[in-house]
């Protein structure tokens, strides 16, 4: 019975170190980010270093810090082909999310969260959004100034309760305010006698 434990222990060895080997835990290193497929070097169990091919999911990536940790798993049992499976990084992770919530981020503070009621976005500095259109349908409050480096149409009624000035003209289908200030700093009227009056004493600035 001995010696068949012994042969069979001989036998399965080498099979279980490589399933023992298949997947591992490491820390990165280095990330190569020009890559078709980001290469990361990771330090095995034991300081072994390794390059692995790292994969993401479809439409979204991340370049992550070195001191991140992985998941790798060898193909086949193979050392020389490893992959990455899994990064993440501790250091920034997002904590005590809601259940179901979702939530992108970084470790400046840039942060996206899916919320139970909203979507939140803060953005550590600025926020930056390029489109040829966009059409937002909802009510919005801007607390802040607002610069607007081209016309504002307006399909709707406006009230202001502070003042409302513009760098050029302000037009409606009529004409512009600049025209009702020439209309009326040259205007005059019927003189009582015969004749016009002359242009008003206060003119519009």
């Known amino acids: 019975m001995a010696d068949q434990r012994r042969t069979w222990q001989r036998l399965m060895g080498p099979v279980w170190r490589r ?4 997947v591992s835990r490491g820390v990165l290193k280095l ?16 300081g072994e270093p390794a390059w692995a091919e ?11 810090h070195p001191g991140a940790e992985a998941i790798v798993a060898a193909v086949g049992g ?6 990455a499976l899994a990064v993440d990084d501790r250091r920034y992770r997002m904590k005590e999310l809601a259940q179901g919530e979702v939530a992108m981020y970084d470790d400046l503070g840039n942060v ?3 919320k139970r009621d909203k ?31 081209g016309n504002l149409v307006v399909n709707g009624t406006g009230a202001f309760t502070d003042a409302l000035s513009s760098a050029t003209s302000v037009a409606d ?19 009582d006698s015969g004749g016009t009056t002359s242009t008003p004493n206060q003119g519009m600035d």
């Open 112 to 114: 996206i969260v899916f």
């Open 173 to 191: 289908p009529k004409g512009t305010m600049q025209g009702m200030r020439d209309t009326y700093n040259g205007h005059n009227h019927p003189g």
């Open 119 to 149: 979507i939140q976005v803060q953005a550590v500095q600025h926020l930056e959004v390029t489109a040829p259109t966009c059409h937002i349908t909802a009510t919005t409050t801007h607390d802040g100034n607002v610069t607007i480096n």
């Open 19 to 22: 399933i023992r080997l298949l």
């Open 78 to 83: 193979a050392r020389a082909h490893l992959v």
């Open 31 to 46: 990330v190569d980010d020009s890559l078709k497929l980001q290469g990361v070097q990771v330090s095995l169990l034991g």
């Open 54 to 64: 790292r994969f993401q999911d479809y439409g979204y990536t991340s370049h992550p």
